[in-house]
């Protein structure tokens, strides 16, 4: 679930204006889930362990080899482009993009730079925490290209030399450039949040950001309002966002930042180079680091080692074909569905594919998607969390959870003791007893659980109850509404499990009923 980060003054802002917007542009790269890299036949894991034994000479950048195209990462590549609404371009090439770096052998790296294999898509957002209405954030392009390598450095400041680790270089990478259409800190982290969501229901990237299979670079500038003019300050991008909470403070700190040295520098965009900024977490401050290159430094130029590759009708019909239900499509039907608030379907949607699955099977089996709901977004979410564990874990089936709310909607059980067989069930588990239906009838049995609601099995009572309780009958009959709690109270210590709501019932209508006879 969404983790609100609390919205923080301003740190550094000297002056009080509020007239103007943020304006924010994601640039994503995600690392495909393929088994092998993208030009080349070696193993594509995360292996920190064991470094440079994934390699080969391929992608350790020998003079003389020639790269082949990973026919499966360029699938996935091509799935992630279409769930995210762009146009796939049906003629696509590969470019180098040269820069000397000690983590990347050949000198340069293998990208897309003219002709991207997809542009001009879009993602919907929440506009907020509460999921009223959705924002539409543009995505410039999706493109693919390999990894680079990781350089190691000692951190120990005793002078250890350095190391490269080359595991990582030729893993397949795309890179998600979104449009500056994100205006907030906390959207960016909702369109992330999203993006994320996405990506992993369609199992083209793990999205595990502490092993930076999902890696986010924030361009951000403002747009201040003086009079009729409006001015752009300097476009600064935020690298190494290791979290989508480090995503956030760090916007947050930008835009306090950028304010303040527009009040003091009065620097627009255009009058100094794009500055690339780290972020420093544990001072939650984001500091300068270099200038940006421009593209043209890149001396970007065709691979010659690479043929082109042409897209066909077939194959965006076949891969169109392997779209499973994307998440937004699903909390759409799970609102109609099973008549959820957008709320509702939102929090057991962001919780992953499989929650929602889970959901879903409870909401079937016991023919209630409100109940299901309820008991899945609060207890289930909350033993979960608790416990530390995902869906998969979780000790209670869907379908025994099915079953224990199925003795609610059937009168059986009142939702209170529901409540306590799912605790007690719980409790099993964790004491070797696994729960099944079995041992929910018999937790319902053992503890007198069972709600009587046979009208039959209550008459005796109740008039019993009535002839030993004149007076309160009486009260009741001449107004006194409180005098048949008395009664309801007597009954149920005499019928453990009654149904009280029935229970009240038979009492009026025996009270009410003696006297019009
Ligand atoms: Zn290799």
Redesign the pocket.
């Known amino acids: 679930m969404a983790k609100r980060v609390a919205q923080r003054v301003e740190p550094m802002a000297t002056d009080t204006t509020k007239d103007y917007t943020v304006v924010i542009g994601l640039e994503v790269h995600v690392q495909l889930l393929t088994k092998t890299?993208v030009?080349?036949?070696?193993v594509n894991l995360f292996n920190p362990e064991n470094p440079n034994v994934?390699?080969?000479?391929?992608?350790?950048g020998m003079p003389g080899v020639l790269p082949v195209m990973n026919r499966e990462a360029f699938r996935l590549a091509l799935k992630t482009a279409l769930a995210l609404n762009c146009r796939i371009a049906r003629f696509t090439k590969w470019d180098r993009k040269q820069y000397y770096y000690p983590d990347l052998p050949k000198n340069y790296q293998i990208s897309q730079y003219d002709l991207p294999f997809s542009h001009d898509g879009w993602l919907e957002v929440a506009s907020d925490e509460e999921f009223s209405e959705k924002r539409r954030i543009g995505i410039i392009r999706v493109h693919l290209e390999e990894d680079a390598g990781k350089n190691l450095h000692d951190e120990t400041g005793r002078g250890t030399d350095s190391r490269v680790d080359l595991n990582r270089?030729?893993t397949p990478l795309l890179e998600i450039v979104s449009k500056p259409d994100i205006r907030s800190p906390a959207e960016a982290r909702r369109y992330l949040e999203e993006l994320k969501l996405l990506l992993t229901y369609l199992g083209v990237s793990d999205c595990n950001m502490q092993e930076g299979s999902l890696r986010c670079d924030a361009n951000i500038n403002l747009h201040l309002q003086e009079g009729d003019e409006t001015i752009a300050t300097p476009i600064v991008e935020v690298k190494n966002l290791n979290s989508f909470r480090a995503v956030e403070l760090a916007l947050q700190y930008e835009v306090g930042r950028q304010l303040d040295e527009f009040r003091s520098t009065g620097h627009r965009l255009g009058d100094v180079p794009k500055q690339t900024r780290g972020w420093d977490e544990k001072r939650e401050i984001t500091f300068g680091q270099r200038g940006k290159e421009e593209a043209s430094d890149y001396r970007y130029f065709p691979d010659p080692d690479l043929v082109p590759v042409t897209v066909s009708d077939k194959l965006l019909e076949e891969i169109r074909g392997e779209l499973c239900e994307l998440p937004a499509a699903r909390r759409e039907r799970f609102r109609q569905q099973y008549g959820l608030s957008q709320y509702d379907a939102s929090v057991i949607i962001d919780q992953g594919r499989r929650f929602a699955d889970y959901f879903e099977r409870v909401a079937q089996e016991c023919e209630d998607g409100k109940q299901a709901a309820n008991w899945v977004t609060q207890d289930v979410l909350r033993e979960m969390n608790q416990r530390k564990v995902d869906i998969d874990k979780f000790p209670i089936s869907a379908d025994d959870l099915a079953f224990l709310l199925k003795k609610i909607s059937a009168r059986e059980l009142t939702t209170k003791s529901a409540r306590d067989v799912f605790a007690e069930l719980l409790a099993g588990a964790d004491s070797g007893t696994p729960p099944s239906a079995g041992r929910i009838d018999q937790i319902i049995n053992e503890r007198g659980l069972a709600l009587v609601s046979d009208a039959g099995q209550l008459e005796g009572v109740i008039t019993a109850v009535i002839a030993r309780n004149e007076k309160a009958a009486n009260d009741f009959r001449n107004g006194k509404q409180a005098a048949i709690g008395r009664l309801i109270g007597e009954v149920m210590r005499e019928v453990k499990g009654a149904d009280p709501k029935l229970v009240r019932q038979m009492l009026i209508e025996k009270i009410v009923g003696s006297e019009e006879a």
């Open positions: 890299k030009f080349c036949g070696c994934q390699t080969c000479p391929v992608c350790l270089a030729g």
